[in-house]
Protein backbone atom coordinates (compact mmCIF):
# COMPACT_ATOMS: atom_id res chain seq x y z
CA UNK A 1 0.00 0.00 0.00
CA UNK A 2 2.51 2.18 0.43
CA UNK A 3 4.55 1.56 -2.49
CA UNK A 4 0.77 2.43 -4.05
CA UNK A 5 0.72 5.57 -2.65
CA UNK A 6 4.55 6.57 -3.35
CA UNK A 7 3.52 5.84 -6.93
CA UNK A 8 0.61 7.96 -6.94
CA UNK A 9 2.26 10.63 -5.55
CA UNK A 10 5.97 11.00 -7.03
CA UNK A 11 4.96 9.43 -9.80
CA UNK A 12 2.34 12.26 -10.90
CA UNK A 13 4.59 14.59 -10.40
CA UNK A 14 7.98 13.28 -11.51
CA UNK A 15 6.31 10.99 -14.47
CA UNK A 16 9.26 9.14 -15.87
CA UNK A 17 9.93 7.75 -12.33
CA UNK A 18 6.82 5.83 -12.25
CA UNK A 19 8.73 2.51 -13.82
CA UNK A 20 11.89 2.92 -11.66
CA UNK A 21 9.76 3.54 -8.87
CA UNK A 22 7.40 0.37 -9.13
CA UNK A 23 10.67 -2.42 -10.01
CA UNK A 24 12.24 -0.62 -6.64
CA UNK A 25 9.64 -1.06 -4.96
CA UNK A 26 8.58 -4.46 -5.80
CA UNK A 27 11.76 -5.83 -5.23
CA UNK A 28 12.07 -4.66 -1.49
CA UNK A 29 9.32 -6.14 -1.11
CA UNK A 30 9.66 -9.26 -1.71
CA UNK A 31 13.80 -8.90 -0.34
CA UNK A 32 11.98 -8.02 3.10
CA UNK A 33 11.07 -11.69 3.31
CA UNK A 34 14.76 -12.82 3.02
CA UNK A 35 17.29 -11.46 0.69
CA UNK A 36 18.60 -14.31 -0.20
CA UNK A 37 15.69 -15.41 -2.70
CA UNK A 38 16.13 -12.36 -4.81
CA UNK A 39 19.06 -13.56 -5.83
CA UNK A 40 17.07 -16.75 -7.85
CA UNK A 41 14.65 -14.17 -9.21
CA UNK A 42 16.82 -12.18 -10.81
CA UNK A 43 18.67 -14.93 -12.17
CA UNK A 44 15.40 -16.25 -13.66
CA UNK A 45 13.87 -13.49 -15.09
CA UNK A 46 18.10 -12.69 -16.83
CA UNK A 47 17.98 -16.53 -18.17
CA UNK A 48 14.49 -16.10 -19.83
CA UNK A 49 15.22 -12.15 -20.59
CA UNK A 50 18.05 -13.94 -22.87
CA UNK A 51 16.04 -16.76 -24.54
CA UNK A 52 13.02 -14.53 -25.15
CA UNK A 53 15.26 -11.97 -27.10
CA UNK A 54 17.37 -15.42 -29.15
CA UNK A 55 14.05 -16.77 -29.84
CA UNK A 56 12.79 -13.17 -31.46
CA UNK A 57 15.85 -12.70 -33.23
CA UNK A 58 15.99 -16.77 -34.23
CA UNK A 59 12.47 -16.13 -36.34
CA UNK A 60 13.09 -12.68 -37.66
CA UNK A 61 10.19 -10.55 -39.10
CA UNK A 62 7.49 -13.01 -38.67
CA UNK A 63 8.72 -13.56 -34.82
CA UNK A 64 4.81 -11.87 -33.79
CA UNK A 65 2.58 -13.01 -37.02
CA UNK A 66 0.56 -14.98 -34.37
CA UNK A 67 -0.03 -12.16 -32.23
CA UNK A 68 -3.44 -11.81 -32.39
CA UNK A 69 -4.39 -15.25 -33.17
CA UNK A 70 -2.83 -15.68 -29.48
CA UNK A 71 -4.52 -12.90 -27.94
CA UNK A 72 -7.49 -14.11 -29.06
CA UNK A 73 -7.18 -17.47 -27.65
CA UNK A 74 -6.01 -16.31 -24.42
CA UNK A 75 -9.00 -14.35 -23.99
CA UNK A 76 -11.49 -17.07 -24.96
CA UNK A 77 -13.30 -19.80 -23.11
CA UNK A 78 -12.69 -22.86 -25.70
CA UNK A 79 -9.79 -25.61 -25.45
CA UNK A 80 -9.30 -27.24 -28.37
CA UNK A 81 -7.17 -24.50 -30.12
CA UNK A 82 -3.46 -23.98 -29.51
CA UNK A 83 -2.23 -19.95 -28.69
CA UNK A 84 -1.00 -18.34 -31.03
CA UNK A 85 -1.16 -21.27 -34.20
CA UNK A 86 1.41 -21.11 -36.54
CA UNK A 87 3.73 -19.61 -34.74
CA UNK A 88 7.27 -20.95 -34.00
CA UNK A 89 9.87 -22.97 -36.23
CA UNK A 90 8.42 -26.34 -37.54
CA UNK A 91 11.35 -28.18 -37.10
CA UNK A 92 11.84 -29.87 -33.87
CA UNK A 93 15.50 -28.65 -33.42
CA UNK A 94 15.63 -25.18 -34.22
CA UNK A 95 17.53 -22.31 -32.56
CA UNK A 96 14.12 -20.92 -31.22
CA UNK A 97 13.20 -24.27 -30.18
CA UNK A 98 16.15 -25.13 -28.09
CA UNK A 99 16.44 -21.64 -26.32
CA UNK A 100 12.45 -22.55 -25.44
CA UNK A 101 13.39 -25.62 -23.74
CA UNK A 102 16.30 -23.91 -22.22
CA UNK A 103 14.80 -21.24 -20.58
CA UNK A 104 11.34 -23.72 -19.83
CA UNK A 105 13.84 -26.33 -18.79
CA UNK A 106 15.90 -24.05 -15.93
CA UNK A 107 12.48 -22.66 -14.54
CA UNK A 108 11.43 -26.10 -13.74
CA UNK A 109 14.67 -27.12 -12.86
CA UNK A 110 14.53 -23.74 -10.43
CA UNK A 111 11.42 -25.36 -9.40
CA UNK A 112 12.12 -28.87 -8.66
CA UNK A 113 15.24 -28.23 -6.46
CA UNK A 114 13.49 -25.10 -3.93
CA UNK A 115 10.15 -26.77 -4.24
CA UNK A 116 10.34 -30.56 -4.62
CA UNK A 117 13.58 -31.92 -3.42
CA UNK A 118 12.68 -32.38 -0.16
CA UNK A 119 9.13 -33.88 -0.93
CA UNK A 120 11.24 -36.40 -3.61
CA UNK A 121 14.24 -36.96 -0.50
CA UNK A 122 11.54 -37.99 1.77
CA UNK A 123 9.78 -40.07 -0.48
CA UNK A 124 12.86 -42.17 -1.75
CA UNK A 125 13.87 -42.21 1.79
CA UNK A 126 10.66 -44.11 2.47
CA UNK A 127 11.22 -46.65 -0.12
CA UNK A 128 14.48 -47.47 0.54
CA UNK A 129 13.05 -48.09 4.50
CA UNK A 130 10.33 -50.62 2.98
CA UNK A 131 12.05 -52.04 0.65
CA UNK A 132 16.40 -51.44 0.25
CA UNK A 133 17.57 -50.80 3.34
CA UNK A 134 21.15 -50.43 2.43
CA UNK A 135 20.17 -48.49 -1.04
CA UNK A 136 21.60 -45.15 -2.04
CA UNK A 137 19.76 -42.49 0.22
CA UNK A 138 20.05 -38.40 -1.20
CA UNK A 139 21.75 -36.13 0.88
CA UNK A 140 19.60 -34.24 3.34
CA UNK A 141 19.65 -30.35 2.39
CA UNK A 142 18.62 -27.66 4.05
CA UNK A 143 16.75 -25.85 1.36
CA UNK A 144 15.01 -22.15 1.67
CA UNK A 145 11.51 -21.92 -0.16
CA UNK A 146 11.09 -18.10 -1.84
CA UNK A 147 7.54 -17.35 -1.61
CA UNK A 148 5.65 -17.32 -4.62
CA UNK A 149 7.99 -19.37 -6.72
CA UNK A 150 5.09 -20.93 -7.86
CA UNK A 151 3.78 -18.05 -9.46
CA UNK A 152 6.76 -15.86 -10.72
CA UNK A 153 7.43 -19.12 -12.40
CA UNK A 154 4.53 -19.66 -14.50
CA UNK A 155 4.59 -15.88 -15.11
CA UNK A 156 7.95 -15.66 -16.89
CA UNK A 157 7.59 -18.96 -18.24
CA UNK A 158 4.04 -18.09 -20.20
CA UNK A 159 6.36 -15.11 -21.28
CA UNK A 160 8.83 -16.76 -23.05
CA UNK A 161 6.45 -19.64 -24.50
CA UNK A 162 4.39 -16.40 -25.76
CA UNK A 163 7.30 -14.58 -27.12
CA UNK A 164 7.88 -18.29 -29.29
CA UNK A 165 4.10 -18.65 -30.48
CA UNK A 166 4.50 -15.23 -31.67
CA UNK A 167 2.20 -14.02 -29.24
CA UNK A 168 4.17 -11.09 -27.92
CA UNK A 169 7.26 -9.22 -28.79
CA UNK A 170 10.14 -9.99 -26.61
CA UNK A 171 10.76 -7.36 -24.37
CA UNK A 172 13.98 -5.46 -24.97
CA UNK A 173 14.18 -3.55 -21.39
CA UNK A 174 15.40 -6.05 -18.62
CA UNK A 175 14.29 -3.56 -16.00
CA UNK A 176 10.90 -3.99 -17.62
CA UNK A 177 11.12 -7.45 -17.70
CA UNK A 178 12.06 -7.73 -14.06
CA UNK A 179 9.45 -5.35 -13.54
CA UNK A 180 6.98 -7.50 -15.00
CA UNK A 181 7.64 -10.53 -13.01
CA UNK A 182 7.78 -8.86 -9.42
CA UNK A 183 4.92 -6.16 -9.93
CA UNK A 184 4.54 -6.22 -6.08
CA UNK A 185 0.56 -6.32 -5.87
CA UNK A 186 0.28 -9.80 -7.54
CA UNK A 187 4.24 -11.61 -7.42
CA UNK A 188 3.37 -14.05 -4.36
CA UNK A 189 -0.13 -15.31 -5.12
CA UNK A 190 -1.23 -14.01 -8.11
CA UNK A 191 -3.07 -13.15 -10.60
CA UNK A 192 -0.98 -14.90 -12.93
CA UNK A 193 -1.00 -12.61 -15.53
CA UNK A 194 -0.31 -12.58 -19.34
CA UNK A 195 2.69 -10.54 -20.60
CA UNK A 196 0.52 -9.03 -23.91
CA UNK A 197 -1.96 -7.24 -21.21
CA UNK A 198 0.66 -6.39 -18.14
CA UNK A 199 3.94 -5.42 -20.01
CA UNK A 200 2.74 -2.80 -22.27
CA UNK A 201 0.71 -1.10 -18.89
CA UNK A 202 4.38 -1.50 -17.00
CA UNK A 203 6.76 0.11 -19.91
CA UNK A 204 4.57 3.68 -19.71
CA UNK A 205 2.17 3.20 -16.44
CA UNK A 206 -0.64 5.16 -16.82
CA UNK A 207 -2.01 7.86 -14.15
CA UNK A 208 -5.28 6.97 -12.17
CA UNK A 209 -8.19 8.18 -12.39
CA UNK A 210 -10.34 9.53 -9.37
CA UNK A 211 -12.67 6.58 -9.99
CA UNK A 212 -10.15 4.22 -10.20
CA UNK A 213 -8.59 5.54 -7.22
CA UNK A 214 -11.91 4.75 -4.88
CA UNK A 215 -13.01 1.72 -6.55
CA UNK A 216 -9.19 0.35 -5.76
CA UNK A 217 -9.29 1.51 -2.40
CA UNK A 218 -12.76 -0.29 -1.55
CA UNK A 219 -12.01 -3.07 -3.15
CA UNK A 220 -8.59 -3.15 -1.32
CA UNK A 221 -10.61 -2.85 1.96
CA UNK A 222 -13.15 -5.12 1.26
CA UNK A 223 -10.14 -7.86 0.66
CA UNK A 224 -8.25 -7.19 4.12
CA UNK A 225 -11.99 -7.28 5.82
CA UNK A 226 -12.30 -10.56 4.14
CA UNK A 227 -8.77 -11.85 5.31
CA UNK A 228 -8.58 -10.53 9.01
CA UNK A 229 -12.49 -10.69 10.14
CA UNK A 230 -13.58 -13.68 7.77
CA UNK A 231 -10.43 -15.99 7.17
CA UNK A 232 -8.73 -15.69 10.53
CA UNK A 233 -10.93 -16.25 12.54
CA UNK A 234 -12.96 -19.17 11.20
CA UNK A 235 -9.15 -20.86 11.37
CA UNK A 236 -9.67 -20.52 14.44
CA UNK A 237 -12.31 -23.37 14.91
CA UNK A 238 -10.82 -25.08 11.29
CA UNK A 239 -7.65 -25.85 13.88
CA UNK A 240 -9.22 -27.24 16.33
CA UNK A 241 -10.60 -30.16 14.34
CA UNK A 242 -7.50 -30.89 11.76
CA UNK A 243 -5.00 -30.30 14.13
CA UNK A 244 -6.06 -32.81 17.07
CA UNK A 245 -3.89 -35.43 18.22
CA UNK A 246 -7.35 -37.67 18.21
CA UNK A 247 -10.27 -38.24 15.99
CA UNK A 248 -13.09 -35.34 16.42
CA UNK A 249 -16.41 -35.99 17.51
CA UNK A 250 -18.90 -36.99 15.01
CA UNK A 251 -19.56 -34.70 12.47
CA UNK A 252 -16.71 -32.33 13.00
CA UNK A 253 -14.88 -32.99 9.80
CA UNK A 254 -18.06 -32.21 7.72
CA UNK A 255 -18.20 -28.51 9.06
CA UNK A 256 -14.78 -28.12 9.24
CA UNK A 257 -14.38 -29.37 5.57
CA UNK A 258 -17.55 -26.29 4.94
CA UNK A 259 -15.86 -23.99 6.96
CA UNK A 260 -12.30 -24.33 6.11
CA UNK A 261 -13.73 -23.92 2.12
CA UNK A 262 -15.00 -20.47 3.14
CA UNK A 263 -11.91 -20.16 5.04
CA UNK A 264 -9.55 -20.78 1.97
CA UNK A 265 -11.64 -18.41 -0.24
CA UNK A 266 -12.29 -14.95 1.90
CA UNK A 267 -8.25 -15.39 2.55
CA UNK A 268 -7.29 -16.19 -1.39
CA UNK A 269 -9.86 -14.16 -2.64
CA UNK A 270 -9.21 -11.62 -0.27
CA UNK A 271 -5.41 -11.38 -0.77
CA UNK A 272 -6.45 -10.74 -4.97
CA UNK A 273 -8.99 -8.12 -4.00
CA UNK A 274 -6.01 -6.53 -2.37
CA UNK A 275 -3.66 -7.17 -4.89
CA UNK A 276 -6.25 -5.93 -7.97
CA UNK A 277 -7.52 -2.68 -5.50
CA UNK A 278 -3.85 -1.85 -4.63
CA UNK A 279 -2.78 -2.19 -8.76
CA UNK A 280 -5.85 0.15 -9.58
CA UNK A 281 -5.02 2.79 -7.27
CA UNK A 282 -2.15 3.44 -9.52
CA UNK A 283 -4.15 2.70 -12.66
CA UNK A 284 -3.20 -0.54 -13.55
CA UNK A 285 -5.93 -3.39 -13.65
CA UNK A 286 -4.96 -7.11 -12.63
CA UNK A 287 -6.95 -9.86 -14.21
CA UNK A 288 -10.64 -10.88 -12.39
CA UNK A 289 -9.33 -14.42 -10.64
CA UNK A 290 -12.42 -15.24 -8.58
CA UNK A 291 -16.31 -15.06 -10.18
CA UNK A 292 -18.33 -16.14 -6.90
CA UNK A 293 -17.20 -20.33 -7.34
CA UNK A 294 -19.29 -21.33 -4.95
CA UNK A 295 -22.53 -20.81 -7.33
CA UNK A 296 -20.99 -22.85 -9.80
CA UNK A 297 -23.47 -25.70 -10.21
CA UNK A 298 -20.67 -27.88 -11.81
CA UNK A 299 -16.91 -28.63 -11.14
CA UNK A 300 -15.69 -27.63 -14.59
CA UNK A 301 -17.91 -24.27 -14.16
CA UNK A 302 -16.38 -24.25 -10.35
CA UNK A 303 -12.71 -24.37 -12.07
CA UNK A 304 -13.74 -21.08 -14.66
CA UNK A 305 -14.53 -19.16 -11.35
CA UNK A 306 -12.10 -20.22 -9.01
CA UNK A 307 -8.25 -19.15 -9.21
CA UNK A 308 -8.81 -18.25 -13.00
CA UNK A 309 -5.40 -17.35 -14.36
CA UNK A 310 -4.23 -20.69 -13.14
CA UNK A 311 -6.95 -22.42 -14.38
CA UNK A 312 -6.46 -20.58 -18.05
CA UNK A 313 -2.58 -21.09 -17.48
CA UNK A 314 -3.03 -24.67 -17.51
CA UNK A 315 -5.90 -24.55 -20.31
CA UNK A 316 -3.00 -22.97 -22.31
CA UNK A 317 0.13 -24.23 -21.68
CA UNK A 318 -0.41 -27.78 -20.80
CA UNK A 319 -3.93 -29.25 -21.82
CA UNK A 320 -3.93 -27.88 -25.17
CA UNK A 321 -0.54 -29.02 -25.98
CA UNK A 322 -1.12 -32.62 -24.72
CA UNK A 323 -3.43 -32.55 -27.53
CA UNK A 324 -6.97 -31.38 -24.91
CA UNK A 325 -10.05 -32.72 -26.85
CA UNK A 326 -9.15 -33.26 -30.33
CA UNK A 327 -8.05 -36.99 -29.66
CA UNK A 328 -11.55 -38.27 -28.50
CA UNK A 329 -13.26 -38.27 -25.00
CA UNK A 330 -10.81 -40.91 -23.35
CA UNK A 331 -7.88 -39.01 -24.42
CA UNK A 332 -9.54 -35.74 -23.62
CA UNK A 333 -10.09 -37.67 -19.79
CA UNK A 334 -6.20 -38.55 -19.59
CA UNK A 335 -5.25 -35.01 -20.84
CA UNK A 336 -7.68 -33.37 -17.68
CA UNK A 337 -6.37 -35.97 -15.33
CA UNK A 338 -2.59 -35.40 -16.02
CA UNK A 339 -2.89 -31.59 -16.03
CA UNK A 340 -5.25 -31.43 -12.28
CA UNK A 341 -2.36 -33.93 -11.06
CA UNK A 342 0.53 -31.30 -11.76
CA UNK A 343 -2.29 -28.70 -10.98
CA UNK A 344 -2.23 -30.35 -7.34
CA UNK A 345 1.51 -30.75 -7.05
CA UNK A 346 2.03 -26.50 -8.31
CA UNK A 347 0.18 -25.81 -4.86
CA UNK A 348 2.20 -28.26 -2.55
CA UNK A 349 4.94 -30.64 -2.25
CA UNK A 350 2.95 -33.63 -0.33
CA UNK A 351 0.85 -36.48 -0.87
CA UNK A 352 -2.65 -34.40 -0.03
CA UNK A 353 -1.62 -32.23 -2.57
CA UNK A 354 -0.78 -34.69 -4.97
CA UNK A 355 -3.93 -37.02 -3.86
CA UNK A 356 -5.88 -33.67 -4.44
CA UNK A 357 -5.34 -32.50 -7.86
CA UNK A 358 -5.98 -35.93 -9.13
CA UNK A 359 -9.19 -36.04 -7.19
CA UNK A 360 -10.37 -32.42 -8.91
CA UNK A 361 -9.55 -34.01 -12.46
CA UNK A 362 -11.94 -37.01 -11.71
CA UNK A 363 -14.45 -34.98 -10.51
CA UNK A 364 -13.98 -32.82 -14.10
CA UNK A 365 -14.24 -35.87 -15.98
CA UNK A 366 -17.07 -37.66 -14.27
CA UNK A 367 -19.17 -34.35 -14.79
CA UNK A 368 -18.58 -34.71 -18.33
CA UNK A 369 -19.16 -37.74 -18.53
CA UNK A 370 -22.57 -37.34 -16.91
CA UNK A 371 -23.35 -33.69 -18.57
CA UNK A 372 -25.23 -34.92 -21.59
CA UNK A 373 -27.50 -36.89 -19.35
CA UNK A 374 -27.86 -34.14 -17.05
CA UNK A 375 -28.91 -31.66 -19.67
CA UNK A 376 -31.18 -34.04 -20.97
CA UNK A 377 -33.43 -34.24 -17.73
CA UNK A 378 -33.00 -30.20 -17.12
CA UNK A 379 -34.81 -29.93 -20.46
CA UNK A 380 -37.61 -32.06 -19.18
CA UNK A 381 -39.25 -29.38 -16.84
CA UNK A 382 -38.59 -26.04 -14.98
CA UNK A 383 -38.64 -27.73 -11.92
CA UNK A 384 -36.34 -30.38 -12.80
CA UNK A 385 -34.01 -27.64 -14.02
CA UNK A 386 -34.19 -25.70 -10.93
CA UNK A 387 -33.39 -28.71 -8.68
CA UNK A 388 -30.83 -29.82 -10.61
CA UNK A 389 -29.09 -26.35 -10.80
CA UNK A 390 -29.54 -25.84 -6.70
CA UNK A 391 -28.43 -29.42 -6.01
CA UNK A 392 -25.36 -29.07 -8.56
CA UNK A 393 -24.38 -25.83 -6.29
CA UNK A 394 -24.72 -27.82 -2.60
CA UNK A 395 -22.45 -30.74 -5.17
CA UNK A 396 -20.03 -28.63 -6.26
CA UNK A 397 -19.18 -27.09 -3.11
CA UNK A 398 -19.52 -30.22 -0.83
CA UNK A 399 -16.75 -31.80 -2.95
CA UNK A 400 -14.28 -28.92 -3.40
CA UNK A 401 -14.81 -28.70 0.56
CA UNK A 402 -14.07 -31.36 1.27
CA UNK A 403 -11.24 -32.36 -1.12
CA UNK A 404 -9.32 -28.90 0.46
CA UNK A 405 -9.25 -31.39 3.77
CA UNK A 406 -6.20 -32.74 1.95
CA UNK A 407 -4.61 -29.49 2.25
CA UNK A 408 -3.81 -30.54 5.46
CA UNK A 409 -2.97 -34.32 4.75
CA UNK A 410 0.69 -34.50 5.73
CA UNK A 411 1.43 -38.35 5.55
CA UNK A 412 -0.10 -41.29 3.89
CA UNK A 413 -1.33 -42.59 7.31
CA UNK A 414 -2.74 -38.81 8.07
CA UNK A 415 -4.73 -39.44 4.34
CA UNK A 416 -6.04 -42.44 5.40
CA UNK A 417 -6.90 -40.92 9.28
CA UNK A 418 -9.14 -38.73 7.33
CA UNK A 419 -10.63 -40.07 4.55
CA UNK A 420 -11.87 -42.29 7.62
CA UNK A 421 -13.22 -39.75 9.56
CA UNK A 422 -14.46 -37.64 6.88
CA UNK A 423 -17.69 -38.76 6.60
CA UNK A 424 -18.26 -40.47 10.36
CA UNK A 425 -21.32 -38.87 11.70
CA UNK A 426 -22.28 -41.14 14.69
CA UNK A 427 -20.78 -43.45 17.09
CA UNK A 428 -17.94 -41.78 18.70
CA UNK A 429 -15.54 -41.53 16.01
CA UNK A 430 -12.64 -43.62 14.36
CA UNK A 431 -10.64 -42.32 17.77
CA UNK A 432 -13.24 -43.75 20.18
CA UNK A 433 -14.99 -41.97 23.03
CA UNK A 434 -11.62 -40.40 24.53
CA UNK A 435 -11.17 -38.51 21.43
CA UNK A 436 -14.53 -37.09 21.46
CA UNK A 437 -14.02 -35.83 24.86
CA UNK A 438 -11.11 -34.33 24.29
CA UNK A 439 -11.84 -31.88 21.46
CA UNK A 440 -16.07 -31.64 21.89
CA UNK A 441 -15.16 -28.70 24.11
CA UNK A 442 -13.91 -26.36 21.25
CA UNK A 443 -16.71 -27.52 19.22
CA UNK A 444 -19.48 -26.27 21.33
CA UNK A 445 -22.85 -24.92 19.94
CA UNK A 446 -21.90 -21.42 20.66
CA UNK A 447 -18.65 -21.70 18.41
CA UNK A 448 -20.84 -22.46 15.88
CA UNK A 449 -23.28 -19.75 15.79
CA UNK A 450 -19.43 -17.90 16.29
CA UNK A 451 -18.44 -18.89 12.55
CA UNK A 452 -21.83 -18.03 11.51
CA UNK A 453 -21.63 -14.72 12.57
CA UNK A 454 -18.14 -14.35 10.97
CA UNK A 455 -19.48 -15.59 7.73
CA UNK A 456 -22.67 -13.72 7.52
CA UNK A 457 -21.20 -10.61 5.46
CA UNK A 458 -19.73 -12.71 2.75
CA UNK A 459 -23.28 -14.48 2.50
CA UNK A 460 -24.47 -11.30 2.07
CA UNK A 461 -22.48 -9.61 -0.09
CA UNK A 462 -22.15 -12.71 -2.84
CA UNK A 463 -26.15 -12.39 -2.45
CA UNK A 464 -26.25 -9.01 -3.31
CA UNK A 465 -23.77 -9.39 -6.22
CA UNK A 466 -25.60 -12.42 -7.71
CA UNK A 467 -28.85 -10.50 -7.37
CA UNK A 468 -27.04 -7.15 -9.41
CA UNK A 469 -24.60 -9.48 -11.95
CA UNK A 470 -21.39 -7.54 -10.51
CA UNK A 471 -18.88 -7.94 -8.25
CA UNK A 472 -18.09 -4.77 -6.87
CA UNK A 473 -21.54 -3.08 -5.56
CA UNK A 474 -20.22 -1.42 -2.59
CA UNK A 475 -19.49 1.89 -4.51
CA UNK A 476 -22.52 1.78 -6.49
CA UNK A 477 -24.79 2.04 -3.30
CA UNK A 478 -26.39 5.04 -2.52
CA UNK A 479 -24.34 7.21 -0.17
CA UNK A 480 -26.19 6.93 2.93
CA UNK A 481 -26.32 3.23 2.60
CA UNK A 482 -22.71 3.35 1.16
CA UNK A 483 -21.39 4.63 4.56
CA UNK A 484 -23.65 2.31 6.52
CA UNK A 485 -21.57 -0.25 5.22
CA UNK A 486 -18.41 1.49 6.01
CA UNK A 487 -19.32 2.42 9.41
CA UNK A 488 -20.76 -1.61 9.81
CA UNK A 489 -17.64 -2.94 8.72
CA UNK A 490 -15.44 -0.92 10.18
CA UNK A 491 -16.99 -1.88 13.57
CA UNK A 492 -16.63 -5.30 12.79
CA UNK A 493 -12.98 -4.97 12.07
CA UNK A 494 -12.05 -3.29 14.88
CA UNK A 495 -14.00 -5.06 17.53
CA UNK A 496 -13.78 -8.56 16.05
CA UNK A 497 -10.85 -8.90 13.78
CA UNK A 498 -8.55 -11.54 14.22
CA UNK A 499 -5.60 -9.60 13.80
CA UNK A 500 -2.56 -12.78 14.65
CA UNK A 501 -3.42 -14.66 12.12
CA UNK A 502 -0.51 -14.60 10.12
CA UNK A 503 0.22 -14.39 6.27
CA UNK A 504 -1.68 -15.25 3.49
CA UNK A 505 -2.56 -19.22 3.26
CA UNK A 506 -1.44 -19.08 -0.63
CA UNK A 507 1.72 -17.53 0.07
CA UNK A 508 2.99 -20.85 0.79
CA UNK A 509 2.95 -21.71 -2.78
Known amino acids: MCIGVLRYTLGARWPRSRTTILLTGSLAFYGYWDWRILGLLIATVAVNY ?107 TAYTVDVFRGVVAAERSFANLLLFTTYFPQLVAGPIERANRLLPLLRSPPDPTYDQFRTGLILACWGIFKKVFIADNLSRFVDIVLIAEVSPPPGAYFVAACVFAVQIYADFSGYTDVARGVSRMMGIELTLNFNLPFLASNPADFWRRWHITLGAFLRDYVYIPLGGNRAGPLFQARNILIVWTLGGLWHGASIGFLVWGFYCGALVVAYGVCAPLIRRLADTHWSVARLLLYGGRVFTFLTFAHGLLLFRVDSTDHLWHVIENVFWFFGDGVGGAAGVDAVHAGLSSALLWQMLFYIWPLILMQAIQHWRGRLEVIGEFAWPVRYVVYVVGGVLFLLFGEFGGGAFFYFQF
Not at 77 to 102: E, K, M
Not at 145 to 153: E, H, M, N, R
Request: with cysteine; glycine share 14%.
Open 50 to 156: VAALRIFRARGPAATAGENAGEEALEGDAPGRPVGTGAGSGRYWSVDRLWLWLAVGFNLLCLGIFKYYLFVQGVWAQLLAAHWENGPGLPVLEILLPVGISFYTFQI
